[in-house]
């Protein structure tokens, strides 16, 4: 089983729709869990970071954590072109930080 | 800009060649990584320093070679690398070990 495992996509979602992206990770221990968004080309940028079970908001994106189930979300509201990317999911296991190998979303004008 | 510089941004050399890209971060973190990323791959973690001192290398081959001289300069020395390792290589650092990591611009480097 793959430690963090996300759909590779690509998702597309039409303009001001909500995107969806999901996580799972296997390790039970994983303390802390962090999302990237990647354009081509570029280096990945830290979006939001989440520690404990619920949701994290931060302006149209939110963070969701199910530690019970493994699975760690992020939803973006108000879908904009700008926001087409791959999106990388990574999760902390005894201070390693394990990366998936990201989903690309595709949002369509 | 993240507060991490990397340079050269762009890097062509021949299989004999030795070179060397060096990471900066001026965030005053404690950690400091080095990754790979292969087109359409995902990031393969290549070192990790903690307070100057190697914590992780993932058999990576001996081509490879990291410095550290200080918690806010890395490294890493080229020497006769392979076509197959052309790729954009990424620095990171973070406050601490298994904190959010902030990557440079990264350097693309290609190996003829």
């Known amino acids: 089983q793959k430690e963090v495992e996300q759909n590779s996509g690509p998702l597309s979602v039409p303009e001001g729709a909500i995107a969806s992206l999901n996580c799972t990770y296997s390790?039970?221990?994983?303390?802390?869990f962090f999302w990237y968004r990647q354009y081509s080309g570029k280096s990945p940028e830290l979006i939001m970071s989440i520690y404990s079970n619920g949701d994290k908001e931060d302006g149209r994106f939110t963070a969701q954590l199910n530690k019970a189930s493994q699975y760690v979300s992020l939803l973006i509201r108000d879908s904009q072109p700008s926001d087409s990317a791959t999106y990388l999911c990574?999760?902390?296991?005894?201070?390693?930080?394990?990366f998936g190998k990201g989903t690309r979303l595709h949002i369509l004008p | 800009e993240t507060g991490v510089t990397q340079t050269p941004r762009h890097l062509v050399m021949g299989m004999t060649n030795k070179k060397s890209l060096k990471c900066e971060q001026h965030l005053g973190h404690n950690a400091m990584y080095w990754y790979k990323q292969s087109a359409k791959k995902p990031l393969e973690l290549m070192f990790v320093?903690?307070?100057?001192?190697?914590?992780e290398n993932n058999s990576v081959p001996s081509r490879f070679s990291p410095e550290c001289p200080n918690s806010s300069h890395l490294f890493l020395h080229l020497h006769t690398l392979q076509p197959e390792d052309s790729a954009l290589y990424l620095c990171?650092?973070?406050?601490?070990?298994?904190?959010?990591?902030?990557f440079g611009p990264g350097t693309r480097l290609t190996v003829t």
């Open positions: 990171a650092s973070c406050p601490g070990v298994g904190y959010e990591q902030y």
């Open positions: 320093y903690s307070l100057e001192e190697r914590v």
């Open positions: 390790d039970r221990g994983s303390q802390s």
């Open positions: 990574a999760v902390n296991r005894d201070d390693k930080i394990i």
